[in-house]
């Protein structure tokens, strides 16, 4: 499976507030930019699609439908219960941000892209660019369109620095995850993982229903690694060989001998719908022990990729420390 991440370095042009976590509004922001920028669609026939682009008869081919609004073929194989393909693109901005932003201030954002949409690396970088100019700095012919800013304050951003030293491309081989727990022999005395978003989980309580994950243990962050690299590979390369069952089985058993999470909240409203709610996860960090040394490298690669809710806006990635 191709797999790219390349880190962009964003330069504020106007003030204005920020959110701690700014992931869903960049995403938003450039993800309009890009449909309008590549959308082969009449503008009449647009509408009668509504908010999304599922049914589009131009769907097949579009740089927009494929990297940020895929569609599962024929031939795609998805895992029980997952009704939606995995996202190939993750946008994910430095965390946490301050709350005022002024002129000059820069923060990073990780581009991460997997599957054939590493191909429109160029055009997802340039649609970024357009769309974080304010409006008022240009305002003839289409450049409105895609215009406007971050955030409700419109806060103007331009890309300032492509690091070179932050990009990494590289084929993902089946090969290099572990099928199960023996595969690798051995253990690392102590792990360490340290979130670098908020992390958003559900798991089944007492009462039946879904709820927020407040202190994940390591079954909870191998079972979304396993779920987020097993769900790409079955969308943009073929189905894992893996004894997903017996690599759970043996993180159940990995004890988390500190924990120092903390809840996150913040409000989110979507521009599609108008709806507005408050998402519950959690930051902060966590060390177990005795870990299975097979698992190591199924935790890194969920880390890249990102995993559980909102993992397209850069939730649920993380750094791991061994000792």
């Not at 951003?157 to 690091?163: G, H, K, N, P, S």
């Amino acid at each position: 499976m191709q797999y790219q991440s390349q880190v962009l370095r964003l330069r504020i042009l106007t003030p204005g507030a920020l959110l701690p976590w700014i992931g869903p509004a960049l995403r938003g922001m450039v993800a309009r930019s890009f449909k309008a920028q590549v959308c082969r669609l009449p503008i009449e026939e647009r509408a009668s699609l509504g908010r999304y682009c599922s049914g589009c008869r131009l769907h097949v081919g579009c740089p927009y439908g494929e990297t940020f609004e895929p569609e599962a073929g024929p031939e795609a194989k998805v895992f029980r219960g997952q009704d939606q393909v995995a996202r190939p693109i993750v946008l994910a901005p430095y965390f946490p941000l301050p709350a005022q932003a002024g002129p000059g201030d820069e923060f990073p954002v990780r581009l991460t892209l997997v599957g054939a949409a590493g191909k429109h690396r160029a055009a997802v970088i340039e649609a970024l660019d357009r769309a974080g100019r304010p409006l008022a700095a240009d305002t003839s012919g289409r450049r409105a369109e895609y215009g406007g800013g971050l955030g409700l304050d419109g806060i103007g951003v331009q890309i300032c620095d492509e690091d070179s030293d932050e990009r990494l491309a590289c084929d993902l081989s089946a090969a290099d995850l572990p099928a199960q727990p023996e595969s690798v022999v051995g253990r690392v005395p102590r792990l360490t993982l340290v979130l670098s978003a908020p992390l958003f989980l559900r798991s089944e309580g007492e009462d039946g229903c879904r709820q927020a994950v407040q202190h994940p243990t390591f079954s909870h962050l191998l079972r979304a690694s396993l779920r987020a690299v097993g769900r790409a590979f079955a969308t943009y390369d073929a189905p894992l060989a893996v004894d997903f069952a017996a690599l759970k089985a043996a993180a159940e058993g990995v004890p988390r001998i500190r924990d120092s999470f903390q809840p996150f909240y913040q409000g989110r409203s979507s521009s599609r719908t108008g709806e507005r709610w408050t998402l519950q996860g959690v930051v902060g960090e966590a060390t177990f022990a005795d870990v299975p040394l097979a698992l190591v490298p199924w935790l890194v690669w969920g880390g890249r990729v990102h995993v559980g809710e909102h993992r397209v806006a850069g939730a649920g990635t993380w750094r791991i420390v061994l000792d």
